[in-house]
């Protein structure tokens, strides 16, 4: 998971306020390090910049660099390793090509290997950096059969032999000294959008991971980019989009529930609805599986923050059910404003240390009550068992636990940092749900059913649940050659 930026504007108007603003609004996607990559066409020179931390912090000091095409990154590691050297976005001096991208390139050693065999190497440890490669020498290969085409013509054709022969996820964006191109992957596992900004001072094209990045910088969103779609701008500004390598659609699921912030769109709807509407369905569910433990309940409590507006909505379907005046909603559990997002931690013990750190409890709140706490999901249970042992320690009298998502019970290999089972709680305990419900210390313990999420929240819209079904449809090689 990761925040992806790629604008052009027209006029040769610098495009660094509007990178520096999207990747500001991309934050909570990759806070460990953020890049950019700018080409001025006036000075027939490009800037590339990586640093490690906030992009706010990163970009403030480079509000100086011209040039009217450009891309920004920020980084959550999935594949890989830390290190600024690792941060996106890359750069093939050879084809002048610049890239950064959202999601995780599952045939890496395949590729690396065939470099290998022909005398190159990769500098880095991540995975756009392959991905480029791969795009890179394609549009060589097909720059060397037709050396008058059409710059357009040949991208299109290497991006298509990309979607082909690299597997896993991925959302791109591409820069040229010509042209901002972009493209996803043919199950479009990981989000992209595209807007438009036309003012008095020029106009501009942005593609992005989140509507909220455009929306918050004065873009009108068009559309979100379908699977295997590739897109072509520039700098004339007309968008030249075409369908080169679909698949059945496979938009990750789980973005709606904690990934993708709040006051985006995607899939169709705002990610406050789906919240909303999955908060719901939780309720329901517990009035049809135990209606009596449900009458019992004192206090919802969401885990802040992405639960928010499903818990919203649980304890008004309760509130509706029963006497309203029994039922409270309430959040004595509050999280530092300025602590990262914990899952994205490299290990355990950081992810333990950080918990630690984040959550404290209202004691006066909670004191006596049947509580009802919702999170977003169970992925590790880190924050789970150090809130529960916070309310248990300020004298909460019951806890049950709710979750938005399924039990977690496989790896994900599209864009999640969750490479092995041992450390899924879910996995660990075979979907036991009383093992885990012991392992948390709870009193009860409620995940919202994959059928009851599929039907009440995705409405029947196709989308990757694999993490919760363990049905992939992502490969983990190509079975030919990757390379030209």
Not at 153 to 177: C, D, L, N
Not at 218 to 232: D, M, Q, S, T
Request: glycine share 8%; charged share 25%; hydrophobic share 45%.
């Amino acid at each position: 998971m990761c925040g992806i930026v790629g604008v052009i504007r027209s006029n040769g108007r610098p495009v660094m306020q509007d990178l520096g603003n999207g990747a500001h609004f991309l934050q909570h996607r990759g806070p460990a390090y953020a890049g950019l990559f700018v080409w001025d066409p006036v000075r027939r020179s490009f800037s590339l910049e990586k640093g490690e931390g906030l992009a706010d912090d990163i970009f403030k000091p480079l509000d100086a660099i011209d040039g009217d095409i450009g891309l920004a990154h920020t980084r959550y590691k999935t594949f890989g390793s830390g290190g600024i050297q690792n941060a996106q976005p890359f750069y093939d001096a050879f084809g002048s090509i610049a890239l950064a991208h959202n999601g995780h390139i599952t045939n890496v050693p395949q590729i690396e290997a065939e470099l290998e065999d022909r005398g190159q190497a990769l500098a880095a440890r991540c995975d756009a950096e392959p991905l480029l490669r791969v795009l890179a020498l394609w549009f060589e290969h097909f720059r060397s059969e037709d050396p008058e085409g059409d710059e357009r013509e040949i991208m299109f054709k290497a991006i298509a032999e990309v979607q082909v022969r690299v597997t896993g996820a991925y959302s791109v964006v591409v820069a040229t000294p010509e042209a901002l191109y972009a493209f996803r992957d043919p199950h479009g596992f990981r989000p992209m959008v595209l807007g438009i900004r036309e003012t008095g001072a020029g106009s501009a094209v942005m593609v992005t991971s989140e509507t909220l990045a455009l929306e918050q910088t004065g873009y009108r969103v068009i559309e979100e980019v379908a699977p295997g779609r590739a897109l072509h701008v520039g700098r004339d500004l007309e968008i030249d989009q075409r369908e080169l390598v679909a698949r059945d659609p496979r938009p990750c699921a789980f973005e709606l529930i904690y990934f993708a912030d709040v006051e985006s769109k995607m899939m169709g709807d705002s990610i406050r609805s789906h919240r909303w509407r999955a908060g719901r369905a939780l309720a329901l569910y517990l009035l049809e599986t135990d209606p009596e433990l449900a009458a019992q309940t004192d206090l919802v409590v969401p885990i802040p923050h992405s639960p928010i507006p499903g818990a919203e909505a649980f304890a008004q379907k309760l509130e509706a059910e029963f006497d309203a005046s029994a039922i409270s909603y309430a959040t004595p559990v509050s999280k530092y404003r300025y602590g990262g997002r914990i899952f994205m931690e490299e290990t355990q013990a950081a992810r333990d240390e950080a918990a630690m750190l984040d959550f404290r409890v209202d004691a006066k709140t909670v004191e006596g009550k049947n509580l009802f706490i919702i999170d977003d999901s169970i992925v590790r249970g880190t924050n789970a068992k150090r809130v529960v042992k916070a309310l248990r320690a300020a004298g909460a009298k019951s806890i049950v636990f709710g979750a938005l998502w399924p039990m977690v019970i496989d790896s994900c290999f599209q864009g999640i940092n969750t490479p092995t089972q041992s450390e899924l709680i879910g996995a660990r305990f075979n979907s036991d749900v009383e093992e885990v419900r012991r392992e948390l210390g709870v009193d009860a313990l409620f995940d919202l059913p994959v059928d009851w999420f599929q039907d009440k929240v995705l409405k029947g819209l196709p989308a990757c649940m694999a993490c919760a079904t363990g049905q992939r449809a992502v490969k983990f090689e190509f079975s030919g050659s990757v390379l030209p």
